[in-house]
Nanobody
Framework: QVQLVESGGGLVQAGGSLGLSCAVS????????MAWFRQPSGKERELLAV??????YYSDSVKGRFTISRDNAKNTVYLRMNSLKPEDTAVYYC????????????????????WGKGTLVTVSS
């Protein structure tokens, strides 16, 4: 059974940095296309970043500030967040897809096969 567990959320001041981790168990990380999403309170879930052997993708809202990376040996995906803004406040979710990079981008959250429970990031002004 594939499980994803996020960690690293918390409270940070605007302009600060934070790093999130997503530990994957029950499957080899290299077999998945991995993604980070976020969902602010009362809003829809937003795709932030995707990573696979075919490339990486960032949404316009985080491009240049966030970096997704993966360590297949540790079965862990990371999201490094810099220059944080109050509007980055949300619950951040890690997700895994068995689809390839391009299909994952096309299908978004509907194409993800596994989800973590999320970790809260709060950015104070």
């Amino acid at each position: 059974q594939v499980q994803l567990v996020e960690s690293g959320g918390g409270l940070v001041q605007a302009g600060g940095s934070l790093g999130l981790s997503c530990a994957v168990s029950g499957g080899a990380l290299g077999s998945f296309t991995m993604a980070w999403f976020r969902q602010p309170s009362g809003k829809e879930r937003e795709l932030l970043a995707v990573i696979s052997g075919l490339g990486t993708y960032y949404s316009d809202s985080v491009k240049g500030r966030f970096t997704i990376s993966r360590d297949n040996a540790k079965n862990t995906v990371y999201l490094r967040m810099n220059s944080l803004k109050p509007e980055d406040t949300a619950v951040y979710y890690c997700a895994a897809s068995r689809r390839n990079y391009y299909n994952t981008l096309r299908e978004g959250s509907a194409g993800m096969d596994y989800w973590g429970k999320g970790t809260l990031v709060t950015v104070s002004s």
